[in-house]
């Protein structure tokens, strides 16, 4: 397993940026492979953001693209996620997630985000 | 990219068979035998519970199963039991090398 920590600012003002990290424990980041950005709106149901390589390849959704920023950090051993221009549309959980092929298989436990002033 | 449609809820009694459905376009499901399928219990995280179309992962029930027809994928629940009681969200890879979830399916046991 390669357990996976999500972490961040709870609050978000309107307009700012959304800053999140993922961290990996247990294993190295290189054996983690691709990761994925995930969130989920309350009472909604999953997006996929992003998903990055622990050697900087990145995808991203082509509705969030204009906004989204992930990166990896191999020598803290997390991933992280910017988000820029938020609305009360970001406010959501978002997951970190090891992708294995094509499929996420490990899943952080989720970190709530509230877009408000 | 448009979500893949599922049924909003689907219910059936202990020990009945179900099937959530996982509509698509030929630009993902129908394109690619990527699509896989994640439960998630109120409050908790998403679990895989099939990959790559009908692939199981260890330690997942072979009481789920998954199978894809055209631009359509579906999960199968067999000898349903009430912890099968959960959303459930489709997910396939697509030709914008992104990936895209359905709109999720609430599975009630009666």
């Known amino acids: 397993q390669v357990p996976l920590q999500e972490s961040g600012p709870g609050l978000v003002k309107p307009s700012g940026t959304l800053s999140l990290t993922c961290a990996v424990s247990?294993?190295?980041?290189?054996?983690?492979?691709?990761l994925s950005w995930v969130r989920q709106p309350p009472g909604r149901g999953l997006e996929w953001i992003a998903e990055?390589?622990?050697?900087?390849?990145?995808n991203y959704s082509p509705s969030l693209k204009s906004r989204v920023t992930i990166s990896v950090d191999k020598s803290k051993n997390q991933f992280s996620l910017n988000l820029s221009s938020v609305t009360a549309a970001d406010t959501a959980v978002y997951y970190c997630?090891?992708?294995?092929?094509?499929?996420?298989?490990?899943w952080g436990k989720g970190t709530t985000v509230t877009v408000s002033s | 990219q448009s979500a893949l449609t599922q049924p909003a809820s689907v219910s059936g009694s202990p020990g009945q068979s179900i099937t959530i459905s996982c509509t698509g376009t030929?630009?993902?499901?129908?394109?690619?035998?990527?699509v896989s399928w994640y439960q998630q219990h109120p409050g908790k995280a998403p679990t895989l519970m099939i990959y790559?179309?009908?692939n199981r992962p260890s330690g997942v029930s072979n009481r789920f199963s998954g199978s894809k027809s055209g631009n359509t994928a579906s999960l199968t629940i067999s000898g349903l039991q009430a912890e099968d009681e959960a959303d459930y969200y489709c997910?396939?890879?697509?030709?914008?090398?992104?990936?895209?979830f359905g709109t999720g399916t609430r599975v009630t046991v009666l």
């Open positions: 997630a090891r992708q294995k092929g094509y499929y996420m298989d490990v």
């Open positions: 247990g294993d190295s980041i290189s054996i983690t492979n691709w």
């Open positions: 990055i390589h622990h050697s900087g390849s990145t």
């Open positions: 030929s630009s993902d499901v129908g394109g690619y035998n990527f």
């Open positions: 790559d179309v009908n």
């Open positions: 997910s396939s890879y697509t030709s914008s090398r992104s990936y895209v």
